[in-house]
């Protein structure tokens, strides 16, 4: 998100081509064997669905986001970043590191034309544990909006309920974070299996090619406000991740924390330097610390939700409180 350059990535990167035939592109193999799975084949089936369904062109940010080394040289860092007609961004951060630590880092976001749910996929994993989020983040509240809810969500229930039950809610997520998720979320945790990776990677594909159907049939917005309530809900959501992802902490021992806040602002976030300007606490100012700082507590309220809060036909049964009881915590 951040537009300023990133001179010190050109002594670091080994660039893909960006020419605009991408029909034999292939992410580099990994590393070394990390686990069960390689997400490699989740980015090569998330190109290949993609370029089925839409004209993919390699995206601007390819040139200075490709390939680095971790500072201890034991991690290795690719990035590939597309754009599309309806996708403003299609981008991807793998890691593999010589200990087994394996990410997954997809999303995908939409053209402000479009009110269609931003894709993402975070996976982390060890050679013996695993932390996943896959969902079709709602650009719009489903919580209190059920026109949103029902436009993209009914229709998905289904798909939702059959892996919720093959991989189970994983335990605590904060109130402030639940906001940014769908019913048909799958937040959960597990210990590496080749069963368990098989049907990660089942969830991957039927969840990104029922985001590929939602684009197809997306028509554009042409009324004025609609785009610019849009533009405001992606750049809401970019400054939320950009400020309070848990990840960083691992980009920062990685590659160092100017490295690591340009890769979030410019690459992994891109857009929360350009599609607005209202800031962090413009936006959510219960995080506001007496001296006018962000408190960098990833929860304010302190609530979190053990188990699904969404019923099976998708209505939100927990209760979220004010985020404003929080206010002025340090």
């Not at 050109?10 to 960006?18: E, G, Y």
């Not at 350009?274 to 995080?287: A, I, R, S, V, W």
């Amino acid at each position: 998100m951040e537009s300023s350059s990133l001179s010190f990535f050109s002594t670091l990167k080994r660039p893909l081509s960006t020419g605009s035939n991408i029909s034999n592109f292939k992410p580099k193999g990994a590393l070394v064997e990390v686990s069960a799975c390689s997400y490699q084949k989740f980015l090569h089936f998330a190109l290949d669905e993609t370029k089925r369904r839409t004209h993919l062109l390699p995206s601007p940010l390819q040139e200075n986001f490709n390939s680095m080394m971790a500072m201890d040289g034991k991690a290795k860092l690719q990035m590939v970043s597309f754009q599309a007609p309806k996708i403003r961004l299609l981008r991807n951060l793998s890691i593999e590191a010589s200990e087994g630590m394996q990410i997954l880092d997809f999303a995908v976001f939409p053209e402000q034309e479009f009110d269609l749910p931003i894709f993402c996929a975070n996976f982390f994993t060890t050679p013996t544990t695993n932390i996943i989020v896959l969902d079709l983040n709602p650009l719009h509240d489903v919580i209190n909006r059920r026109d949103y809810k029902e436009k993209y969500y009914k229709s998905l229930m289904p798909l939702g309920l059959k892996y919720a039950e093959l991989l189970p809610w994983g335990g605590k997520l904060t109130s402030e974070s639940l906001r940014f998720f769908s019913p048909i979320v799958i937040w959960t945790k597990f210990t590496s299996s080749q069963y368990k990776h098989g049907v990660l990677y089942s969830a991957f594909m039927d969840y990104y090619k029922a985001w590929l159907e939602l684009m197809e049939q997306a028509a554009e917005e042409r009324e004025t406000t609609q785009i610019i309530c849009n533009r405001e809900a992606q750049h809401r959501y970019l400054t939320w991740r950009a400020e309070k992802d848990p990840g960083h902490r691992i980009l920062k021992k990685l590659i160092g924390e100017s490295l690591s806040k340009d890769l979030v602002r410019s690459f992994l976030f891109n857009g929360v330097d350009e599609l607005g300007t209202k800031t962090f606490l413009d936006y959510f100012p219960e995080y506001c610390c007496e001296n006018g700082t962000i408190n960098d507590k990833r929860s304010i309220i302190g609530k979190s939700f053990e188990s699904r809060p969404w019923d099976t036909s998708g209505e939100f049964i927990g209760s979220l409180p004010s985020l404003n009881e929080g206010r002025g915590l340090s």
